[in-house]
């Protein structure tokens, strides 16, 4: 297609993306000069399908932050899809400036997401394929979903790998650190499944890259980063269920972050002792008889109970990663069934290394990467050996 040309009613005037099976342009009504329109124009056989499964998913949703359809004529050569013009620019052309977004402005963002994948959750579709490249943010600020269509029509494979750009130039891999682990199975998944690519468009989001995530994110409230978490957890019922469930989280987070602050400044604006010196003093010497108890009972004990389940989750660890007698080696659903971890339970080091474990079973299983991860193995494990040798444990 060549800017110039005319398709209908329409005369073309950008190309705004190239995909496998298509082209999507900005075009300009040629009865009413001014008025634009994108074209998804689709230029490979499996692209018409995408293009009718697309207008079906659009006309049974109606909302601000889902892109609107206009018509579809499949008759015609080449086949394509009008839809409305977002003036603005995607995520991705945000993220590739800004980097990172500070958390209120991305939690506003991708609450404007989780409403648009309501509205399609609603009807009983997914997106499947959200990443930053597919939220247009218009130039008022309004979050547009795009890029329906790879519903039922056309299952990517396992490992599918999206090619950007032209067809013979770099592949991407884009698309994977954004797919469910249920979908790089080569499963449909749920809707479920677009709520883990919102958890991962929130981490990048809120620490400037997809992968590897990375918990808790610096500088961000904890709360929030647990929001992540949730949301990315490998086995769906371990996530938000609905879109609702994770935008209260957010909010939530948010408001207990802002709550601290606002606390805390309201305390130091107070003037004055509003209670007698005694009551201090008493005050005083409960904390120190607290600290006091604390050590030298309840704070070894529990630093004792930190360092065997360390040990413990190690083990588990190191048996998941291990084929067991005549098995076949199925590291993914053995990490999966590790107990979940909680970070706060286990060294934080060896939680994040479970973490990228997973990670990299479920998404990026290039030999590079595994020999990364085995060497942070190995010197983690001589870091717990010093760490926790006082408790006669061995790693
Ligand atoms: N309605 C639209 N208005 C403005 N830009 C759009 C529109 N639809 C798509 N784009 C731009 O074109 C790119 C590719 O469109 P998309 O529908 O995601 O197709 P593809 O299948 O090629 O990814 C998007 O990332 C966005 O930058
Ligand atoms: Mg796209």
Redesign the pocket.
């Known amino acids: 297609m060549n800017a110039g040309q005319r398709i209908a009613g329409y005369s073309l005037l950008e190309k705004?993306?190239?995909?496998g099976?298509?082209?999507?342009w900005?075009a300009e009504r040629t009865d009413a000069p001014g008025q634009f329109v994108?074209i998804?124009i689709a230029t490979a056989p499996e692209g018409v399908a995408m293009l009718q499964e697309a207008w079906t998913l659009l006309g049974r949703v109606s909302h601000p932050n889902v892109?609107q359809a206009v018509s579809l004529d499949t008759a015609s050569v080449p086949p394509y899809l009008v839809?409305?013009?977002?003036?603005?620019?995607?995520l991705?052309?945000r993220l590739s400036r800004d980097r990172r977004i500070d958390p209120g402005a991305a939690v506003g963002l991708l609450d404007q997401v989780l409403a648009g994948l309501h509205a399609v959750h609603g009807s009983g579709d997914m997106h499947r394929d959200l990443k930053p490249?597919?939220v247009?943010i218009r130039e008022d600020g309004t979050v547009?979903l795009?890029?329906f269509g790879l519903g039922r029509a056309v299952q990517k494979p396992p490992g599918w790998i999206e090619r950007s750009g032209s067809t013979d130039g770099p592949a991407v891999v884009g698309t994977y650190h954004y797919m469910s682990p249920e979908q790089t199975k080569g499963q449909p998944g749920d809707h479920r499944s677009d709520l883990y690519a919102c958890g991962v468009i929130l981490h990048e989001m809120l620490c400037g890259h997809a992968y590897p995530i990375k918990l808790p994110i610096d500088g961000v409230p904890a709360r929030l980063s647990r929001v992540v978490e949730k949301a990315v957890s490998v086995r769906p019922r371990k996530r938000y269920p609905s879109t609702t469930a994770m935008a209260s989280a957010m909010r939530d987070a948010m408001r207990e972050a802002g709550a601290s602050t606002s606390i805390e400044s309201a305390s130091s604006h107070r003037r004055g002792w509003p209670l007698r010196r005694e009551v201090y003093l008493l005050m005083a010497a409960l904390l120190v008889l607290g600290v006091a108890v604390w050590y030298v009972g309840y704070g070894p004990r529990r630093a004792r109970q930190h360092a065997e389940a360390t040990h413990h989750a190690w083990q588990e660890l190191q048996t998941a990663l291990q084929p067991g007698p005549g098995q076949a080696f199925h590291p993914p659903s053995a990490l999966e069934n590790l107990r979940l971890i909680d970070s706060e339970d286990v060294d934080q080091r060896l939680a994040e290394l479970i973490q990228e474990w997973r990670w990299y079973y479920s998404h990026a299983r290039d030999p590079g990467a595994e020999n990364a991860l085995q060497e942070k193995d190995r010197r983690l494990r001589e870091k717990l050996n010093e760490k926790y040798g006082e408790y006669g444990l061995r790693f």
């Open positions: 705004l993306g190239e995909g099976f298509g082209e999507v900005k994108a998804k892109l839809t409305e013009f977002i003036q603005g620019e995607s991705r052309t490249e597919n247009l547009k795009v890029d």
